[in-house]
């Protein structure tokens, strides 16, 4: 795959600089890059490593001095990671999957596959699934009965798609990634010592926990298009409705959704973010890594929470929380000083004590 | 498939309301429910929406006066939640699985398979493996040398059994769930900077590590009856005896039970729960999404945590914990509404003690 | 598979006491060892269990009484969890992989597999694929186009090796662990709320986001000799480097490394735990489970974080941290102790309040 700093610069809707005939076969740090390498210098920190490198061109940030650098061609980018992401897209290969349906693969003459698909080996395609035009789907996939894909779907290996989801165009799936699993839902015949605390906040004694019996998932997962799922991540059937994610929405590996979630549009789960059963997210929420929202809140728009935090109440739109269990991000990180402080403080405090005479109890 | 409304109050032991001849094709919220839907409106606040969908129908709280409410039938249900596992279980068409054993599956001579087994594409049972009646096993799973699982299981796609692991009765695993990993157990050959840590509490400086030599797992895992296993969740092999997981105990997705723990019956872990090898846990225990339990404690019965919680020390029976660090719960919340209003509290105190005299340094 | 206790002794490098020629077939906790079993009680709390067992002979600690301990023979262990790991390697009979290709894997013809390789059914090895001697390769595992891995593999059912991805010698990956998704990195056309929150620390209100267009991962992942990865753990590719992975060190269950990150040697990473993308650890860290480390951080060599520990700055060498947010181990934990005493402080300062005079406004 060879292109010219004038093609590269073309797709991305920039101008190419200098020898824009120039042909490169992919991109690279400045440091390791070779002559036939675009050297990604987006800051003058990069930048300052190109002699380390051997590239004849570079991608550098808008106004760089690129023939000061000794380049013979360059892109200047207003907005570099979003250039960056037009260029990698350019030069990613995408996986090697043979057209057509490779003869190890398994798929029920119920199930309709569109135009020029590409599914690979030990694939298997449940009776009267719908996969849309030009999917690729890897290895090891499977598609439940009823499943329902849109157009240039993208599974890789080992994902697991179950009965009766229905997802949208541009659907992208890293490996063993489960949509559709059954929710966590169990219950006791008698009240029991959790739905107790709930209402009591103090200790369990003197409750007896019987056996529990699983409320079914009768519902499934609706996705919206341009959604992309992360490696291992799971998102649980909905009991009654389906869970939903919204349109644009991206979820990183080892995320976990719980059964009649709703997640909006254009929201960034990260790695290892758990959001209970039955809660909400509007549009464009970011929550980080690691973050936990219990079940059954409601989530606002654009709602951010920092690496971490719990979140166990609801929230308005807009607002920023971090923290276990999560404040405001200002007053978190302002508490959090002062609990660094609080041994000191204590010593502070017994001092001032002995210094101030005792109340007078006799009144 | 189609109830009557008598059928199903019937088989949830309940009464059927008015015209209980009425035939339904499954279960909806009461806003989207169409005529020959179940309306679910188990609480008052949902059965404002009935009007909304087009329900003749519906599942009610107890003493609902269904007529009022416009109903030709109803069902009143005095614990809505247990009601609702009965209905889901009656309307639940599980995953379709053709009866016998796929043509691509790869099932060794050795293995025993039970009558009336359902075992899908791309399905390996390894050597002497053991699967009971009535089995249903979908694409994808594999079943390792030795195993014994019980009759009546389901495990859906991609769900890994290890060697030697046995597993009793109606055992569900999720999708890509995996019993019988090697325990994470590493040990250097002198004693290394994580034993030195753990002694004086204080930086590392100074010791060294070496290379990590494994201590592999000899035992295997031992699972009760009743006992379901979530997607991508993680069920560790012991070091030399079996990692034990309790009769009727459910495990939802991501949960990682590291090597040698013990979990009692009954107990629930929730999302992304993580206990550490050597951990103990007794009957009836439940524990909120993303809890961490530290390894080589020892949990009694009943014992809970909520959401986000970290337990590093043993809890006797009942105690119901909160917070990272772990408190019992109305503390936690004490202290945590404490650390919000601790910044405020240090400038009371900087200004106490300019108004409190020194005290006489030369005494 | 006997071996004798002389046997046994040699292979650990120690000394048989008493009858070394008695033979054992496997290891056994002492309370349940069977006559033909080595019964493992390396500290005096589990030797008294070894009456309730039928045990001949045992690994005992450096100094064991063994004749008082009733046994025949004996091995005294000086460092008996290094031990251990010799004879569990002993003991292990490893996964039954028949020798050779199994007629249902799909070996790509260009892939080149090593000398005396096992490779079990349902395996898929891209085009061009490079395995090592000896390796051993469970059910259901794909390995893409242009991967390399040396040799003596153990990759367990399910693995997923993504294309380009390079490792060394005597790797072993646990069932599901996925090597290779795509990096979670995605941008918006225009500067979002994200990075407005970043700087300003405030609410996001006002800022809209837009669709999020992906940065595509050109580059893979790069493993060192004698790694481990665990089972649903995923470590994502680099977005023009490769995510590194130093020699030696092990990760374990569900843990999340991101994208670009750079792990030293001889690190432990364990369950739960994530690293957010581009940060780089040094060698011989050692993360407790459900560590999370946010993204672009440097953590030194020796860097120790205990269990649940969030981890949001830069890290010097051999510090030892803990909590959310994490303080080094004292501090914290005196922090925590404090907060546990907060509320009742809070009712001592109020009291000191009321017995020191307002200071004169009117000065």
């Known amino acids: 795959m060879h292109y010219t700093i004038s093609q590269i610069a073309q797709s991305l809707g920039l101008t190419a600089e200098g020898k824009a005939d120039l042909s490169v076969r992919g991109a690279a740090e400045p440091a390791t890059a070779a002559p036939d390498q675009l050297a990604l210098a987006m800051q003058p920190s990069y930048a300052e490593t190109l002699p380390k490198g051997a590239a004849r061109a570079a991608m550098l940030w ?16 207003p907005r570099p990671r979003y250039a960056l992401s037009g260029l990698t897209s350019l030069f990613d290969p995408g996986p ?13 003459p119920s199930a309709e596959i569109g135009a020029d698909a590409a ?12 996969i849309g035009a030009r999917a690729r789907i890897a ?16 599974l890789y ?94 979820i990183d590996n080892l ?40 079940d059954h809140l409601v989530l606002g728009n654009d709602v951010m929470a920092g690496a971490g935090t719990l979140l166990r109440t609801n929230q308005p739109d807009g607002r920023v929380m971090l923290g276990n269990p999560a404040m405001p991000m200002q007053a978190s990180i302002d508490s959090y000083k002062a609990l660094r402080r609080l041994p000191r403080l204590m010593r502070d405090i017994a001092d001032l004590r002995t210094r101030v005479p005792k109340s007078d109890n006799h009144d």
Chains 1, 2, 3 share one sequence.
Not at 62 to 77: C, M, R, T, V
Not at 204 to 226: E, F, M, N, P, T
């Open 62 to 77: 808008e106004g760089a001095d690129w023939q000061a650098l000794g380049l013979e061609s360059a892109i200047l980018a």
């Open 119 to 130: 599914i690979g080996a030990f694939v298997q395609i449940g009776p009267r699934a719908s």
């Open 139 to 154: 290895s090891h996939v499977s598609v439940a009965e009823d499943a329902k894909i849109g157009s240039d779907a993208l």
């Open 157 to 250: 290996s080992g994902v697991r798609i179950g009965a009766r989801v229905t997802i949208g165009d541009r659907f992208t799936a890293q490996p063993n990634a489960v949509i559709g699993g059954d929710g966590f839902s169990f219950v006791t015949p008698e009240k029991g010592a959790v739905e107790a605390v709930r209402t009591t906040l103090g200790d369990a004694q003197g409750l007896r926990q019987q056996a529990y019996a699983r409320i079914h998932s009768l519902g499934a997962v609706k996705i919206g298009d341009d959604v992309e799922v992360g490696a291992n991540a799971c998102i649980d059937r909905g009991t009654v409705a389906d869970t939903v994610i919204g349109r644009g929405t991206k």
């Open 255 to 294: 995320v976990q959704v719980g059964h009649n979630v709703r997640v909006g549009a254009d929201c960034l789960l990260c790695g290892q973010v758990g959001i209970a059963g039955s809660t909400q997210l509007g549009d464009r929420c970011v929550l980080g890594g690691q973050v936990g929202v219990t």
């Open 96 to 108: 090697e999957i043979a057209p057509g349906i490779h003869p190890f693969a398994d798929v029920h």
